[in-house]
């Protein structure tokens, strides 16, 4: 019941953001909201920040587990990191669809996103770091070559999508993939 009515107030704050704001939204919104007393809320938040860093804890954790899936695959360092930078892309993709979405808000540019942005490309960074080692442990990857990918390459990403999203999509798709084919040759020992 404890991690049922936790989930509970965590989505209904997530949805009470996206539609009233974070600065709009109050504990007693959350509270009314998920049919709980503000003792409930109080109970398992201290406060308003509490709540909105376990929303992005929460969203973040959603927002790379399909990267993380490719991380384990039992492929070669140079394929994940393939598959990585395309879901990548189609991650982006579909968030600026969806406006119900915390992860939309990674396709615009308010301030208010900075730290959903900060938490997912930490998560991201240390993936790419686990998938760079595997590289360069298997002798794929240059270690030299390697050491500023993780901390560039969703930053990378995100350039290349925000600049492909408004133009023909055979085009667009020439550019992503002349990117990966870019990663990749750089990273590879010759």
């Not at 929303?55 to 070669?76: G, Q, T, W, Y």
């Not at 395309?86 to 406006?99: D, G, I, Y």
């Not at 686990?130 to 930053?155: A, C, K, R």
């Amino acid at each position: 019941m404890v991690i049922k009515t936790r989930d509970r107030l965590i989505e209904v704050a997530r949805k009470l953001f996206l539609n009233k704001g974070i600065e709009n939204t109050t504990m007693i919104d959350i509270a009314n909201a998920s049919d709980n007393g503000r003792r409930t809320v109080y109970s398992y938040f201290k406060n308003k920040s509490d709540i909105y860093s376990a929303v992005i804890e929460r969203e973040s954790e959603n927002h790379v587990k399909a990267v993380k899936e490719i991380a384990a695959e039992n492929i070669s360092p140079c394929d994940k990191l393939e598959k990585f930078i395309n879901e990548r892309f189609n991650a982006l993709t579909e968030a600026s669809k969806q406006k119900e979405s915390i992860l939309s808000w990674l396709t615009l540019d308010f301030s208010k996103n900075d730290k959903i942005k900060k938490a997912v490309y930490a998560k991201e960074e240390d993936i790419i770091k686990s998938i760079i080692n595997e590289g360069i442990s298997s002798g794929d990857f240059d270690e030299y070559l390697s050491t500023s990918i993780p901390h560039t390459l969703p930053i990378m990403i995100r350039t290349i999508w925000n600049e492909n999203k408004d133009i023909a999509d055979d085009v667009a798709e020439k550019n992503k993939r002349a990117f990966i084919s870019f990663v990749l040759n750089g990273l590879q020992k010759h």
